[in-house]
Structures are given as structure tokens and as C-alpha cells.
């Protein structure tokens, strides 16, 4: 029997790329009794509900800024996954208190609906950007992962857990370089930050299923972080756009050659497992015998999308862009 069985489940941000394909897993796989899909944009969700046209959905117009709004829609919920964030690096750079106010707020109005209602389980989705952050973007997931972790001993005599799950570049999200590149493939030249970088990279299906095996897993106070492979941009664009001439532009404001997912402070207290590592919150309230398991890693260890050892091929790239 699944966590996910007869349970009621939320989604902040559910309209967007991540919240599609949760519901399409969760629907087609699982037995959930409803789920609820919590955003801004009522013509998404219309455009959503058309799609799926399932009895179990529910469509809450809100935003994670508004805290009164979180209380009643988190009332009778079991589970919460929370995907809502301002993510596009430029945006957030622009508009620091708006990006703030959503990342950071948002997660503590979430922390404290989730806690009086007594929900469950909380997953909060993070990025590599959160680690060692160069841009507001970064910094405010990186709160935003902290705040996750210490919730944990506000719980009191409820029962609620929160966890985080970490992880890199998807394809076919929003944002993704994929659709630049087709675009500009059209003129014969694309333009390239800096051809030494490389990124984490997952397929979309992969980080939800991800997702859904950390919440089965989850104890309260872990930041799970998924083993993917890497790829180095260059590679990316001559699958995307063969043959075109590719411009080298400089990396931009609040831009990184290389993308880390473990440092090598929180591989002092985490563990490694077949498929993911676990970092273990360094908090009283964490039970030294969770996840017993797992393998303690070497010292210095860094978890680095340039050191990876671990690469996706052309032939791998090929048959990622080809199914995004």
C-alpha cells in the first residue's frame, strides 16, 4: 500500500512543469483520494482540469504569499508538495523583494499552515543553485532549505515532517536552454556563456519520481539528493543545433561555470546510497539510527557537475531532447 493511497494531497505551484507530470504519475500509479492544485493562474488550471478531466482534482486559486489563504487550503491535507517559486535567475535579480517575499516567506507561511493543520508530510523542491549561491535566486532556496530543515522542532506534539528534495537542470522545464537554442538554431548561431560549462541534468519524469521516493523515504529534516549525470553545454548545443556556429557571450550576472549538489561541509554528515546521497540535518531532534543503511562518505567528498563521473552521451542527449 502507497503513502499516496486515500490520502489528500496539495501541490503549491501544481500548474507548472514539475505539478504536470506529479499529477499525471500520481493519478496513473497511485490511489490518492484527491489532490489539490494550489496557484495563481486560473487559465492553467483551467487548461489543467480540461487535460486530466478527473473527479480527484482540485483547483485552489492562491499564493504562498498570503498566509490566510494557505490555512484553508491545507485544511484536510495529508501530504504537500511545494513548487512554488520565482525561479528565473534574471527576475529574481530584478525584483529581489518580490523574489524574497515568494521564495522566502512563502516558505514560512507554508511551515506554519502545514504545522496547524497537521499535515503529514512536507517536500520542499530545491535546486543545485541553493548550494554555495552566487545569485538571490540561490540565496533565497538556500533559506529556504534551512528553514525547511529547522522546522522540524517546531512540530511540538504534532506530527508533521518536512524534508527537501535537491536537484539540477531539468529538461523541458521552464527556462530550460533547450527552446533558446532551438530558436536560434533558425539563424545559424547560438550563442554559448562559456564553453567549459558543464550542468547537472535530469529528464523531468525522473525528478518527480524522485520526489515521490523521498516522501515514501522521508524521516523529517533530510535534503535528498538524487545521483544524475552531467553534461557539458557544448555537447548539449551540437545536439540541439548541429551544424551552427556557436558565440561565445560570457557567463552572466549570478552565473556559475559549474553547478555543485553536495559540499564538501555536508558530506560530513551525510550518507550515500545506491541511487542518492541523504544529508542528515545536524539538529537534536534527528534520530541517529535513520536511514542506518547508508554508506558514510570520505572526507572532502564533493558532489560537482565537473567532477561527476558520471556523463550523458550524445546518443543520451540525443534521446533527452528528442523526447522534450
Known amino acids: 500500500m502507497s503513502i499516496f493511497d486515500d490520502k489528500t494531497i496539495l501541490v503549491t505551484g501544481g500548474t507548472g512543469s514539475f505539478g504536470k507530470k506529479f499529477l499525471e504519475i500520481l493519478l496513473k500509479e497511485k490511489k490518492p483520494k ?7 493562474g486560473e487559465l492553467l488550471q483551467m487548461e489543467m482540469n480540461n487535460a486530466f478531466n478527473d473527479s480527484r482534482l482540485r483547483f485552489l486559486i492562491g499564493d504562498v504569499r498570503d498566509r490566510g489563504r494557505l490555512y484553508r487550503a491545507l485544511n484536510g491535507v495529508d501530504i504537500v508538495v511545494h513548487a512554488a517559486a520565482l525561479k528565473q535567475v534574471p527576475t529574481c535579480e530584478y525584483n529581489p523583494l518580490e523574489a524574497v517575499k515568494t521564495n522566502i516567506d512563502g516558505s514560512m507561511n507554508i511551515i506554519e499552515a502545514a504545522i496547524d493543520n497537521s499535515v503529514e508530510k512536507v517536500m520542499a523542491i530545491s535546486t543545485d543553485k541553493a548550494v554555495h549561491p552566487v545569485n538571490l535566486y540561490g540565496a533565497t532556496k538556500m533559506v529556504a532549505e534551512k528553514l525547511f530543515v529547522q522546522a522540524n522542532t517546531y512540530t511540538g506534539t504534532r506530527n508533521t ?5 535537491r536537484y539540477g537542470n531539468v529538461v523541458g522545464s521552464r527556462g530550460s536552454v533547450i527552446p533558446l537554442f532551438r ?3 533558425r539563424t545559424g548561431q547560438i550563442t ?5 560549462m558543464t550542468r547537472f541534468w535530469l ?7 524522485f520526489v515521490i521516493q523521498s516522501l515514501e523515504m522521508m524521516k523529517g529534516g533530510e535534503v535528498f539528493v538524487p545521483k544524475i549525470p552531467s553534461m557539458k553545454i557544448t555537447e548539449l548545443a551540437e545536439v540541439v543545433a548541429p551544424g ?4 561565445e557571450i560570457g557567463i552572466r550576472a549570478g552565473e556559475k561555470l559549474h553547478e555543485v549538489l553536495l559540499t564538501e561541509d555536508e558530506s560530513r554528515h551525510a550518507k550515500e546510497f545506491k541511487n542518492y546521497f541523504i544529508v542528515e540535518p545536524e539538529h537534536p531532534f534527528w534520530g ?3 536511514h542506518s543503511d547508508g554508506k558514510c562518505l570520505p572526507e572532502g567528498f564533493r558532489y560537482s557537475s565537473e567532477t561527476n563521473d558520471w556523463w550523458l552521451t550524445h546518443d543520451d542527449l540525443h ?5 522534450s
Request: overall charge positive; cysteine-free; glycine content about 2%.
Open 244 to 247: 551552427t556556429t556557436m558565440t
Open 288 to 290: 541517529k539510527t535513520n
Open 319 to 323: 534521446k533527452i531532447v528528442k523526447s
Open 34 to 40: 484527491s489532490v489539490r492544485i494550489f496557484s495563481r
Open 192 to 196: 554559448i556563456t562559456d564553453k567549459r
Open 183 to 185: 530558436e536560434q538554431a
Open 203 to 209: 529528464t523531468l519524469d525522473q525528478g518527480v519520481r
Open 161 to 165: 515532517k518536512f524534508s527537501v528534495v
